[in-house]
């Protein structure tokens, strides 16, 4: 699965994180490299810092949001 | 507000997209001295059943997509089961005869619409920022944005 080490990195952080819920932070491997207010200024800072190397963003919740599809769907796992 | 009026088709609420890569992508494979992809006309589908926009995976390869993120979902054959699957940031852009209409860089799922007429659905996370009026009677719908 892609992203598994950010994935990690998030779910070993987010009780630090969740004073920042609503936000979206940019995770590269084990590190937290930020959190910002937008999905769009997260993802400018993540390509300024990686470029083309693995980073994540992803927005801070408690519980997950769940995508729901009322149709059946065929989605890419890797 | 701008907005297209376009006949329903056999598929739905079907309409051509734009898709490419995001502004920050771009500004990496130029500095990189990288090609950049050109943006794909796509057909999608206004999908209110969907939370999420989902793009054919053939458009992501196309555009040499790399995951920046990941998705909890559920479909009717996951039960309730949540299964993750990764996100693409993209660029995406109605043709309209009068504006150039930008939906903006969002995160999309990979999805497989081989042989369904359509390369992907356009969730409710774009449809938010848009009056969607569907018109059964003469079988047209609206989108303003």
Do not use: W
């Amino acid at each position: 699965m892609a992203l598994e080490q950010e994935q990690q990195t998030y779910a070993q952080e987010l009780p630090h994180l969740i004073e920042s819920a609503g936000k979206f932070v940019l995770i590269h491997g084990n590190l937290i490299a930020g959190t910002y207010d937008t999905y769009q200024d997260a993802l400018k800072v993540g390509y300024d810092r990686f470029g083309l190397t693995s980073f994540m963003v992803k927005q801070i919740a408690a519980v997950e949001r769940v995508s729901r599809f009322t149709r059946d769907i065929s989605v890419c796992r890797t | 507000m701008p907005h297209l009026t376009l006949p329903l088709s056999p598929v739905g609420c079907a309409l051509e997209v734009y898709i490419g890569i995001s502004e920050p992508r771009r500004a990496v494979l130029l500095a990189a001295g990288l090609a950049i992809p050109n943006v794909i006309q796509s057909r999608l589908i206004l999908d209110t059943g969907a939370t999420t926009t989902l793009i054919d995976e053939s458009v992501l390869k196309s555009l040499g997509l790399t995951p920046t993120g990941t998705a909890q979902i559920l479909t009717p054959s996951t039960g309730g089961t949540a299964i993750t699957c990764p996100m693409y940031d993209v660029f995406l852009g109605i043709n309209h005869p009068n504006h150039a209409l930008s939906l903006g860089t969002i995160p999309v799922i990979g999805s497989d619409f081989t042989g369904q007429g359509i390369q992907g659905l356009v969730g409710c996370d774009v449809l938010k920022g848009c009056l969607l009026i569907y018109d059964g009677v003469s079988a047209t719908f609206t989108l303003a944005f």
